[in-house]
């Protein structure tokens, strides 16, 4: 096999894929018609693909990552510096990188101390997970042991994350599931079937929470876990009311509360985590994607000290957390998260992200006076979705197949977008923009254009 021209053969690139990559979420029947994508190069927003096209990419790496944008040399040298000098080292030892990215963590975290290190947000949950089975066992003699999750919530791929995951399409076919973990219903008021609006659905879809608590038994649930905007599932964003009432019930009935920040975390809603918009006091906190917006894998299961104290006692050779995670102990992770928060401070990104997410969703809020299927827009800083149906009155959802036409279509145009596809079935009905924090109005001035574009042409 000659290799020394592949970089310079793009021809052979696509067919080394074609042949041997298994894509993420992908049906590779596609593949047979068409080529994969393969990107090469970004800067900013924008991405370039093998074949030379460039992209405004609305989606920060396809799967809301890319933060602080693509092309940052600094992170590069940072990451470089850090495994040039020390590599690794199993996490039962410390890092240089390592302790400075914690300090700088929690320092934007009031009230949480620890960070355990790991590599996705799904790892991340699991180490929550493990946590609160432990700490049942520990000190409720393992009765306290149900993790509550919510429907159309999403906290990861690993078997364990998806027993706690509330979108039926990406669970179908894998289990059984990990039992202990317990559906509560889901926020979006645009789909409330009770007929409340505002703060009274917020009160209402708190309560049933703490009804499925109740039909459980309170002293058997350990935990609460919940994206703070439910991403994937549709950007809902919990209505006004929602969050007091969750974190009184949690504290009624000593249920921790763990909030996934894998997406919303790292300043994408405008706040260095979601939780922080709606002044919420978590026990645990999981974090990744933009924690080094991609440019090294790590992940972050942050708790507070009142958490971390429940695993001292030397007096029971099985009460420390028996968990680990060889790359954890990465130092090329918080090296690059370092880099990663030190931009977004210098560059003044949170408020970017506020400034820009309000131009978004004006320029959204214009959309959907143009176009009669957009029922709902919602979001909150540089995360925003658009919920289209074929009747505003009926809020019958657009079949996905016009999302997945729409979403090609803005491809075409040279706009990367997003779609709830294959994860809510009946429900896959929204478009979804998560654009890197150094976006400006003329991006997403952009992105919207070709969003109209793409509605008019596939729907009428
Ligand atoms: N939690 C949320 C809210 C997510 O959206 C995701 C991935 O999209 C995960 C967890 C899992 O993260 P990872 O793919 O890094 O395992």
């Not at 990406?170 to 979006?188: D, K």
């Not at 924690?291 to 090294?296: F, I, K, L, M, T």
């Amino acid at each position: 096999m000659d290799t020394t021209n592949f970089f310079n053969d793009p021809g052979h690139v696509i067919e080394a894929d074609r042949a041997h990559i298994w894509h993420h979420l992908s049906q590779h029947k596609t593949y047979e018609t068409a080529d994969p994508r393969i990107m090469v190069e970004g800067k900013g927003l924008r991405v370039w693909d093998i074949k030379g096209k460039e992209h405004l990419d609305a989606v920060s790496g396809g799967v809301w990552t890319v933060n602080v944008g693509y092309g940052r040399e600094r992170i590069g040298t940072a990451i470089a510096e850090a495994v040039t000098k020390m590599c690794f080292f199993g996490g039962t030892a410390g890092t240089i990188p390592g302790a400075q990215f914690a300090e700088m963590l929690v320092d934007k975290m009031p009230g949480l101390d620890r960070v355990y290190y790991a590599n996705s947000g799904s790892e991340a949950n699991e180490k929550a997970f493990k946590m609160v089975r432990q700490i049942s066992h520990k000190h409720h003699g393992g009765k306290k042991y149900k993790i509550l999750y919510r429907d159309r919530d999403y906290h990861g791929t690993t078997l364990g994350a998806l027993s706690a995951g509330g979108q039926d399409e990406r669970n179908a076919q894998y289990g059984p599931f990990a039992p202990g973990f317990v559906r509560v219903p889901h926020c979006l008021e645009y789909r409330a079937e009770n007929g409340l609006t505002g703060e009274a659905y917020g009160h209402a879809a708190a309560q049933a929470i703490e009804d499925v608590i109740l039909r459980e038994g309170p002293d058997t649930v350990g935990a609460l876990c919940l994206e703070p905007i439910t991403a994937g599932g549709g950007i809902i964003v919990p209505p006004k009311g929602y969050w007091e009432r969750v974190q009184e019930i949690c504290e009624k009935y000593d249920i921790l509360l763990h909030i996934d920040e894998v997406v919303c975390g790292m300043g994408r809603t405008g706040t260095w985590f979601g939780y922080q918009q709606f002044g919420i006091k978590p026990d645990i906190v999981t974090m990744a994607k933009g924690v080094a917006s991609g440019y090294a894998a790590i992940s972050c299961c942050v708790t507070t000290n009142a958490v971390f104290e429940q695993f001292k006692d030397d007096t029971d050779k099985l009460s420390y957390f028996r968990d680990i995670s060889t790359f954890g102990g990465c130092t090329g992770g918080p090296a690059a998260a370092i880099e990663n928060m030190n931009i977004l401070v210098e560059e003044d990104l949170l408020t970017n992200s506020t400034a820009m997410g309000e131009h978004l969703m004006g320029n959204l809020a214009g959309l959907m006076d143009e176009h009669k299927w957009i029922g709902d827009i919602r979001g909150m800083g540089l995360f925003a979705g658009a919920e289209l149906v074929t009747d505003r009155d009926t809020k019958e959802p657009v079949d996905e197949k016009y999302i997945a036409a729409i979403v090609a279509d803005c491809m075409n145009q040279g706009v990367i977008v997003g779609g709830t596809n294959r994860s809510v079935p009946g429900y896959n009905n929204t478009i979804l923009f998560a654009p890197s924090l150094v976006a400006t109005k003329d991006d997403m001035n952009q992105v919207t254009e070709a969003v109209g574009n793409a509605i008019k042409r596939v729907l009428g």
